[in-house]
């Protein structure tokens, strides 16, 4: 019923930019609001921002503050990461997911999740 499709993802080098897109379908109705993760190999996921469907924005990650923007597109149910001067540090896979209470950074409040997408930052 719900889904959360990621696209964008690739490989990019130092300083470059990159935007996600996550098409969000099946919620019908009430409020919600979608995050954006990340996730490195051998580390923690980290949540990243968060936006519902009011167009509140909350902003987790203080490492990527001033370089990351998220964003959203009512029309087509699509919420965006674009991401600027990018590190070799971003390099994760990068997933939406939707939760119905309200924007957080910790992963059990949210009920599903896009497969993700990769990216990687070269130096």
């Known amino acids: 019923e719900v889904r959360l499709v990621e696209s964008g993802g690739g490989l990019v080098r130092a300083g470059g930019s990159l935007t996600l897109s996550c098409a969000a379908s099946?919620?019908?109705?009430?409020?919600?609001?979608i995050g954006w993760f990340r996730q490195a190999p051998g580390k923690e996921r980290e949540g990243i921002s968060c936006?519902?469907?009011?167009?509140?924005?909350?902003h987790f990650l203080d490492s990527v503050k001033g370089r990351f923007t998220i964003s959203s597109d009512s029309a087509v149910n699509t919420v965006y990461l674009q991401m600027d001067n990018l590190k070799p540090e971003d390099t994760a896979v990068y997933s939406c997911?939707?939760?119905?209470?309200?924007?957080?950074?910790?992963?059990?409040?949210?009920?599903?999740w896009g497969q993700g997408t990769r990216v990687t930052v070269s130096s």
């Open positions: 997911a939707v939760t119905y209470f309200r924007c957080s950074d910790y992963p059990p409040r949210y009920d599903d």
């Open positions: 099946g919620f019908g109705y009430g409020d919600y609001a």
């Open positions: 936006i519902n469907n009011y167009g509140r924005k909350t």
